[in-house]
């Protein structure tokens, strides 16, 4: 840790610096919605590691940042979860599985048939299970 910062600047200068390799590996593009041509921010999947790194955390516009946050999900907002949830990328596919279970408790049938038809990788299931 660098001189002089607390641990959470010295944390988001950390996640900082992967900037770079999360636009490569994004091509610019959030890693949930899909849009380009937009801000995108880092954003660390629970539960986290020592340092933040690549494989636990994901690469998203503001606008799905915002959507986050309320405790009830904007139902409409969240629909392209059908398509995110089975991507490669295991810190997006368990960020999309977490909303989607959200979702499903909200009432939302989509997201619960979604859900149903899921296949998930062991280490996935493993990650879902830690937090
Ligand atoms: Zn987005």
New binding site residues.
Partial sequence: MAKGLTPKRARLDALAQLGKDLTRRSRAH?E????GQ?RLGALEVAPLPGEPDMAHTIF??E??QEAMGPKDLDRQYWRFLETAIWSDLPPVQVTAVRLSRQLSAQGEDWATSLLEGLYLEPGIIEWLNES
């Avoid at 949930?32 to 849009?35: D, Q, S, Y």
């Fill in positions: 959030c949930l919605c899909g849009h937009t998203i516009c606008p799905c």
